[in-house]
């Protein structure tokens, strides 16, 4: 699931279009002593308007799912349900429509999503196609297969580790064949740290965890749940190395580009040597024992009318033919699926295995679960919550419902996997005219049910009145988590909702002075608009902090908050 746009390519437009025409950070009359600030003024609007550029090509997220738009429909559109990684085809597939008439309306969700949406009938009408990395988990699903017509695999990329080049030397790894045990056991011995996106959230995550956990159980069979339980106290160890976490690679490879303080990432050959390609000094480690493989098969809905049968065929075909299968090898560093059309050097010389994935979902639900409550660092996340005079109404009905999702109201799938965890540190900030004191909660590694249960009776007494102290409640946000996250190493994120400008107290020139003068940090804020919330700004403070836009604007806010969770 990824940052890219959920809500397609239009909304990224729309961010790159305010990015091109800098305007002032903020429109405010000086103060005295504020000498050095207005001195600074016109240099700062550069760097902000970089950095607007930077967030928008960062996951700008569109939460409300990917059904709750109409899809653009024709007798020449293919309507196809994607996953994010999809995005980078988005050139290739105009030059599609110009060599065989068939115009590709792409709609971007999350992996684990997407297949609920499908295994449930929810694309059957509104879409045509799907056109995930991997098709894995959808196949697992009861009822699934039914849903489906042909399958057409279209490029491939393994699950790799890429490592910069002076840890790859120092460890050795550099000119000889590598394992997942010889890696685990550095990871052991925190001789490197490394990135991965989440599980729940990203294929590239899955197909990691599922590798590794597939080679360290060491049986050349499919998963199975006693064998995810004999190898957890091996995964533990080994994710105690990871130190970055995402909800898609894209934004995985943008936020390594940004984290000195990590050796690595665990992602998509296809990503790495995209990272290399743009001065990245990564060496890639492509495991001896086996490594699990996305083949990004563009699959045909079993409810797809006849004549999108036929778009699907001049498609497919023109994807595999040899000129554009090296295409797509020279442009997105993935590797061809046609025999007629060789790997290059690239992708070295060695054959790859691959290794065995689970055949039942309740196997695949049960690692992605001890990934998430067992074997992972645990998580801290400060919620920052507007309950302003504005919120009033089905606003703060909303903030509630959302809020429950998160402590198990949500019982699906993906509701279940972005629940709060076990382990998991949480405080809730709500501000309206000034911060509230900030409540803790910590979900414990067993039984969580009675501190999910007090989350939920916080939630459901939110109130809204008063006005709106944004950026002094998010200078409170920051203080909590360096002063919690100083205990212990977690992984923490901010996540700012809003759905008004800010009307009382300090202004983001104030926070930009107070993060800057926090030195190099790490954690992230991903901002919720909501209502009528001040878009520049926030993107601003997305820019700032390195963290994402999610847009409830016109979709679900619990959805947003859902997706949201992918990254923490």
């Known amino acids: 699931m990824n940052p890219s746009t959920r809500r397609p390519s239009g909304h990224l437009r729309r961010l790159l279009a305010t990015s091109r025409s800098p ?88 992996t684990l999503d997407g297949a609920e949406q499908v295994a449930g009938g929810r694309a059957d009408g509104k879409h045509d196609a799907i056109w995930f990395s991997s098709n894995r988990y959808l196949s ?34 550099d000119a000889k064949p590598v394992t997942w045990s010889d890696i685990a056991a550095a990871a052991q011995e925190k001789k490197f740290t490394f990135g991965m996106t989440n599980p729940a959230s990203s294929n590239s995550g899955f197909s990691a965890l599922v590798g590794v956990t597939a080679a360290l159980a060491d049986s050349g069979e499919a998963l199975d749940a006693a064998q995810i339980a004999r190898v957890t106290p091996r995964l533990k160890t080994f994710f105690a190395a990871q130190t970055l976490t995402a909800g898609s690679s894209g934004w995985l490879a943008d936020a390594y580009r940004r984290r000195d303080d990590v050796d690595g990432l665990i992602n998509y050959e296809s990503v790495l040597l995209g990272l290399k390609q ?58 061809p699926i046609v025999p007629e059309v060789r790997p290059d050097q690239r992708f070295g010389a060695a054959e790859l295995l691959e290794l065995p994935f689970p055949n039942r979902r309740s196997a695949a639900d049960q690692l992605i679960g001890a990934y998430l409550n067992e074997v992972r660092r645990p998580s801290q996340t400060v919620f920052v919550l507007d309950v302003s005079g504005s919120m009033e109404g089905d606003r703060i009905a909303s903030l509630r419902a959302s809020l429950a ?139 700032l902090t390195g963290g994402a836009v999610f847009d409830a604007r016109s979709g679900s806010l619990a959805a947003a908050f859902k997706e949201i969770r992918g990254y923490q």
């Open 23 to 110: 305007r002032p950070v903020a429109t405010r009359h000086p103060r005295p002593g504020d000498g050095r600030r207005e001195g600074t003024r016109s240099s700062r609007r550069w760097a902000t308007a970089f950095a607007l550029v930077v967030v928008a090509l960062l996951p700008a997220a569109c939460s409300g799912g990917a059904g709750d738009e109409a899809v653009e429909d024709g007798p020449n559109v293919l309507r196809v349900l994607a996953g994010s990684e999809i995005e980078d085809l988005e050139p290739l597939l105009r030059k599609a429509e110009q060599a065989t008439g068939v115009k590709v309306a792409l709609t971007y969700t999350g």
């Open 140 to 173: 697992l699903i009861e009822g699934a297969s039914a849903r489906l017509s042909t399958q057409t695999k279209v490029m491939s990329s393994p699950v790799v580790l890429g490592l910069k080049t002076a840890k790859a030397r120092e460890l050795g790894w």
């Open 278 to 335: 743009s001065g990245a000094d990564l060496t890639v480690i492509r495991p001896s024992d086996g490594v699990v493989t996305a083949d990004y098969p563009l699959t045909l809905l079993a409810s797809a009318a006849d004549g999108k049968r036929d778009l699907y065929g001049k498609l497919t075909a023109w994807l595999r033919t040899p000129d554009v299968q090296r295409e797509i090898m020279t442009t997105t560093n993935r590797r």
């Open 405 to 543: 999702a998160l402590t198990g109201a949500d019982t699906s799938v993906t509701g279940t996997f972005s629940r709060f965890h076990n382990r998991e540190r949480v405080t809730m900030i709500p501000f309206n005219g000034r911060p509230s004191t900030p409540v803790t909660f910590t979900v414990p590694e067993r039984a969580p049910e009675g501190t999910l249960a007090e989350i939920r009776r916080f939630g459901d007494g939110l109130n809204a009145e008063g006005g709106t102290a944004i950026y002094d409640s998010l200078r409170q946000a920051y203080e909590e988590a360096t002063r919690q996250r100083a205990a212990d190493a977690v992984h923490t994120s901010v996540v700012l909702m809003t759905d008004g400008a800010n009307t009382n107290g300090s202004d983001y020139l104030d926070f930009e002075d107070y993060y800057r003068s926090l030195g190099q940090t790490d954690i992230p804020t991903f901002v919720i608009l909501f209502g009528d919330s001040d878009v520049e700004e926030m993107r601003q403070v997305a820019a």
